[in-house]
């Protein structure tokens, strides 16, 4: 149940599409000029990738995965099909978007016409192709807790783009320079809220043993690279014993 | 070797400023932001969609009046798709380091706007030629942001180029860390290259003012 409550905060928060990874820009700074339509948008993705990550999820288990095969008979142990993901994913994440447009047109006519092109879309939203992906390189445990991941993913974008969306319409009345109008000044904004959203960074990492979040890989990385290892061994065990500021970690 | 044409040198050249695909065509932001920490993977990520660019655009601009148009999402997905899953697999034999770092941003190639988007707007109507030329200069414009981006981020941020370091060792405080110059650590973090693409543009509109949004 705790790992449940964590995956779920974790997706909306710390690891959020938007503003961690950035997958689903481009429909995101194209349907954020009005919060209606970003509503509408941001509940059609909770929806496709509810569905499409689990779905996925068995895919990768039962047929992808390497060793996967293995419930066919033991002559099929070795078989490691994990190169046709892309196009197992891309195909399940395609027929699901079909379906959810016939069920979107037959109940709720006016969202239909207020997606208009964007929710054949979000079959190449980056957004939903992403959560699978990430999904399978994370190699999520169970399929309750790849539902969990998809629906959790799905409100973080949606926290994303109702955010901006709304900030849009509010300064559609101030002063912003002209070069910066529209695409320039969206760009700038979203990252000042994804600084906002890296101070989410320290929520669940209270107990001291959990993992540190991904954006940390990569300057530890650099660290490495540019140290001998007696050096890095002596900085490691620095960071280890005393709280250090992240500045300092990359820094030092 | 015959001199393009001044038509098919302007398809290589506009999408390098003047229709960009990411600064103002406002396409493949995606990956354009996630894997810039290093100048060394903007520049993979650059190659990686120049092939599957080239080589995509081409073959739908041969199949174009075979395919059907109630199929013809699939069809695109289906090329790039197989056209990301040789990339993928050639990072992983020939590079794996960096394929780690690009982990599952290689993948989302196939969801790369620019890539379905050129598709749609140019490969489906236009003869191979044109369309392999309309590729490789959108690849190119995407390539040049990134490599742009990724340039700053890593000087910046940790004071190398291509994980060499060029400013000095901040270890043992040689060279321009000598004066107590200390590396930019949020250039390291997702949001700082929301924030360089939005002064990359700001730029570019500056300098040509007809690019300027009404509101």
Redesign the interface.
Known sequence: MLEHIELFFRSIFIDNMVFAVFLGMCSYLAVSKKVATAVGLGAAVIFVLAVTVPLNWLLDQYLLRDGALAWLGPEYADYNLSFLSFILFIATIATMVQLVEIVVEKFSPALYNSLGIFLPLIAVNCAILGGSLFMQSREIASLGLAFNYGVSSGIGWFLAILAIAAIREKIRYSNVPAPLRGLGITFIITGLMGIGFQSFGGMLTGGGNETAPAVDETAVRKIEQNLLPEETEEIKKEIDEKEVSYNDAINK | MALLTKKDASLILDPLADNNPI?IQ??????A??IT??LKASIVMAISVLFVLGIGNVVISLLRNIIPSKIR??VQ??VV??L??IV??VLKAYAYELSK?L??FV??I????II?GRFEAFALGNGPWKSFLDGIGNALGYGIILIIVGFFRELLG?G?LF?F?VLG???SKTGLYATGY??N?FM????????V???I??????RN?AL??D?
């Open positions: 600064t406002v396409l493949g932001i995606c990956s932001l996630a920490a290093e999402i699939i997905l289906i798709a197989t990301v899953i993928d697999q770092t982990s599952v993948g989302l196939i969801t790369n706007c379905m940790s190398t994980g370091p060792n901040p270890i200390e590396n650590g390291i973090i997702p949001p700082a290259a929301l924030i693409v939005g002064i543009i700001w730029i570019q509109r500056s003012t300027i949004e509101n």
